[in-house]
């Protein structure tokens, strides 16, 4: 607006000298064709000024669903309640790739000059490569592409959109490799008004701190914690239908109705149950058995600047009427508590999370000699605190320590003496470590491990890691 302004002084002004001047008519042309010119320049440069900030927004709302889905009523109220948690390490960049769409004179900021509409399609990804070099076992040290993740979110129109994301992990999948190939996401939404919005498709669940925003810039540490992996299967995701809503209070509200996970798929004879006993019966969207739908709720409060207070639960039986399964009554239960609060440098997490399954007692008998029957309960919490210890230009640093406690065989159901399997010990582990962030959406990453019950896992983590 300064520009123009001046521009427009100088018009003026340009009008007020010709006659003293004694410019002829065709000079005095000339001038007003030029400072024309120069007045269209300045419209070109304001607009793609304005599509550039719509697009940085734009891009950091597909980033995160949690903040995103608050977009509609950030507008209307002033309320702190639409912020995201803050975190040290942005989480999004503005995106490589943006198709917009014509521009629209409705609405527009400075009269006369066309407002284009917010970027119709955005590119996002995120990915990174880790390094792990257990210390008691140095020929076990290996390096992983541990995940790369490409992702597009398209708006129909104001109100709707589709938001896609795509993964691979550990490099190569195919029938031969360990690798894989899944969709996480893909999901229509719609912006009813007054904060209220619906979705429909393959989505993440809202549960825990990580399990939707989960880009290596967005945790402390090379990996994921135990407990929102372990316990709270993280990237979890679920097809079905949602609804969410903010309030002016700084309360946003989600429930839905969703497939759940599946006992069938239970393997007594691995490992895979102990390692997460959800993480081995979600269904992720793969012909997933509908007969018994799951329902979940989440409540998250940001009334307060840099704090975070919530909560969620997700519950459903797991059995979907199969012919002579011993355990179609058995229901799933997820819950879990999580705070973070951002006190000036410091960061400041702490999360409960615990899960239960039920009527499992029929189940657990015809896996009798197996070393993983089904648990009854499995639990974790953990704390971290981490601090800004120093920040020059692009690079900041960020050092932090974990303690966590978690148990995925915490108790089983009463089966005959003998038959049984005992119960396992909470697992204990103390991770200290740093994240260096580089710009605005690369960090680098190193951590020690320390395990109390395994002691074989300890291990020295190095690791990169990107998003936009």
Not at 267 to 279: C, H, V, W
Not at 331 to 356: C, E, I, Q
Not at 412 to 434: K, M, N, Q, W
Request: glycine fraction near 10%; hydrophobic fraction near 40%; proline fraction near 6%.
């Amino acid at each position: 607006m300064m520009k123009k302004t001046l521009l427009a002084h100088s018009l003026v002004t340009a009008l007020a000298i010709a006659p003293a001047a004694h410019a002829d008519e065709a000079a005095l042309i000339r001038r007003i064709d030029q400072l024309a010119a120069e007045l269209e320049k300045v419209k070109a440069e304001l607009t793609a000024t304005r599509q550039k900030a719509d697009a940085v927004d734009q891009r950091q709302q597909a980033a995160n669903p949690m903040v995103a889905s608050t977009a509609a009523t950030t507008s209307a109220s002033p309320a702190p309640s639409a912020q995201p948690v803050p975190v040290p390490t942005p989480v999004a960049a503005a995106p490589t790739a943006v198709v917009t769409s014509p521009a629209s004179p409705a609405g527009s900021t400075y009269p006369g000059i066309e407002a284009p509409e917010r970027p119709r399609t955005v590119f996002s990804a995120y990915g990174e490569i880790n390094y792990n070099r257990p210390t008691r076992n140095a020929s076990g040290a290996q390096v992983d592409v541990r995940r790369s993740v490409l992702g597009f979110e398209h708006r129909f129109d104001e109100r709707t959109k589709v938001v896609t994301e795509f993964e691979w992990e550990h490099a190569i999948a195919s029938a031969g490799d360990r690798g894989e190939a899944a969709i996480e996401q893909v999901y229509v939404e719609r912006e009813f008004g007054l904060g209220l919005r619906g979705k429909a498709g393959l989505f993440l669940v809202p549960a825990g701190l990580l399990n939707q925003n989960h880009e290596p810039t967005a945790y402390y540490g090379v990996e994921r914690n135990f407990v929102e992996t372990a316990i709270i299967p993280t990237t979890w995701r679920e097809a079905g239908v949602g609804v969410g809503k903010t309030l002016d209070n700084g309360l946003t509200l989600e429930g839905g109705l969703t497939t759940g996970f599946d006992l069938n798929k239970w393997d007594a004879s691995s490992s895979e149950g102990r390692e997460s006993p959800l993480g081995s019966i979600h269904q992720e969207g793969q012909f997933a058995k509908a007969r018994n739908l799951a329902g979940y709720g989440a409540a998250n409060w940001r009334g307060v600047p840099g704090l975070l207070i919530g909560g969620s639960v997700f519950t459903g039986t797991a059995g979907h009427a199969t012919p002579d399964f011993a355990a179609n009554n058995a229901r799933v239960t997820l819950w879990d508590l999580h705070a973070r609060y951002n006190p000036g440098r410091w960061d400041l997490s702490a999360l409960y999370a615990r899960g239960t399954i039920s009527n499992t007692e029929a189940l657990n008998l015809t896996f009798v000699g197996n070393p993983s029957p089904v648990p009854s309960s499995f639990y974790g919490w953990y704390g971290q605190a981490a601090y800004r210890l120093w920040k020059q230009g692009d690079y900041a640093l960020f050092p932090f320590v974990r303690y966590e406690r978690f148990n995925t065989a915490k108790s089983f159901a009463a089966v005959p003496a003998g038959l049984g399997v005992a119960s396992a010990p909470d697992e204990r582990v103390v991770t200290v470590g740093a994240n260096m962030r580089v710009g605005s959406g690369v960090v680098l990453k190193a951590d020690y491990q320390k395990f109390a019950e395994d002691k074989s896992r300890d291990r020295v983590n190095l690791g990169v890691g990107f998003s936009f």
